[in-house]
């Protein structure tokens, strides 16, 4: 399988700009991994299902107290990402997952190292320029990886492009071959970056269909696409994914076992409490469970457990004459992971 690899370089999100839709996939040599990967599956493959818990991570890496979009109200030393390392690892250890698609994830710096180091029961793929893979190594093998270009940010003078990238992964006990995509749609809440991530949804079927084939996947990552979205030309990007056979696992789940009910995947730091001023380190909770943050799952797909990960260390308490759940310690990203546990047959 052909491995690919996206052209895009780092530049501040803030120069993102309106653009027209276009189809752009481009093909370069292969992805790096660690550690590397074989090329075939070791034994014959059976037909038992596969039964996991998958999570999708944005861990606010790499931009540190000059990002601090929360600046005002975090305290700056807390915002330093390798001082976010402990508490991503003790959410991480808390959700317990099989396999996590990391977005914003700095592999040699900021944080990086030391997260890999300490999550050193799972193996670690390397693709895209933030984009990282981790799997349970008692449970899986890499057998091959990949990423494609999904919008072409250089044609649009973004300097960066965004990327979708993937592993087929071999499960170890079941004897079963699958594939974990992942990706980061492009940010940012107009109608112009709508129809981006709309086309980078269109790519990201094009993608699936010919990398999987008729092989069981799952796709993981920071959509920019609110799960509870109805307005028009912003739901677009929902819709193209649902057409092309996708669902939401948080809506064929059994049960909702989020530690805080209804907390949004996006945090943000804070929230609002009885009116218009942010409170740091208040929960971020809606009635529909709002998410940015998906794990995507064929149609058909059994789903057992779905969640937003807020703990450890939340307290509930009085804030504004409002009880509310908040964070006792520094918080771990503006993104709450979430994760399903799931069966692939």
């Known amino acids: 399988m052909a491995l690919r690899q996206g052209l895009g370089t780092l530049a501040a999100l803030c120069l993102l700009t309106a653009c027209v839709p276009t189809m752009a996939v481009s093909p370069i040599p292969s992805a790096i991994t660690d550690p590397e990967v074989t090329q075939t599956a070791p034994e014959a493959e059976s037909d038992e299902p596969v039964t996991f818990t998958a999570m999708s991570y944005n861990i606010l890496g790499g931009y540190g107290p000059a990002a601090g979009f929360y600046s005002d109200y975090i305290d700056l030393d807390e915002l330093v990402p390798v001082n976010r390392v402990p508490a991503t690892i003790d959410k991480i250890r808390l959700g317990d997952p099989d396999v996590i698609g990391f977005q914003e994830f700095q592999w040699d710096d900021e944080g990086g190292p030391l997260l890999r180091s300490e999550l050193d029961d799972y193996t670690w ?21 990949g990423q494609d270009v999904i919008s072409d940010g250089e044609a649009r003078g973004w300097g960066f492009s965004r990327e979708a990238v993937w592993a087929e992964v071999w499960a170890k006990a079941e004897k079963r071959r699958f594939f974990v995509f992942n990706t980061h749609l492009q940010p940012w809440q107009t109608e112009e970056n709508a129809e981006v991530r709309n086309e980078e949804a269109t790519n990201l079927l094009a993608m699936i269909e010919r990398v999987a084939d008729s092989a069981p996947f799952i796709l993981l ?23 092309g056979g996708l669902v939401d696992s948080f809506t064929v789940a059994k049960k909702d076992v989020s530690d805080v009910p209804n907390a949004a995947s996006m945090n943000q730091m804070g929230a609002k409490v009885g009116g218009t001023k942010v409170i740091a380190k208040v929960i971020k909770r809606f009635k529909s469970s709002r998410h940015y943050d998906y794990v995507w799952v064929k149609k058909g797909t059994k789903v057992a457990t779905w969640a937003t990960i807020s703990g450890p260390n939340v307290k509930w308490k009085k804030v504004n004459g409002q009880r509310v759940p908040t964070w006792t310690g520094i918080v771990a990203s503006d993104h709450s992971p979430v994760q399903a546990k799931l069966t692939l047959k």
Do not use: H, Q
């Open 125 to 145: 793929v390397r693709l895209g320029y933030d984009l990282a893979i981790a799997l349970r190594t008692s449970r899986f093998e890499v057998l091959s990886t």
């Open 221 to 243: 990552g920071d959509f920019n696409l609110r799960s509870d979205e109805k307005r028009a030309v912003f739901v677009d990007p929902l819709n193209t994914l649902l057409d």
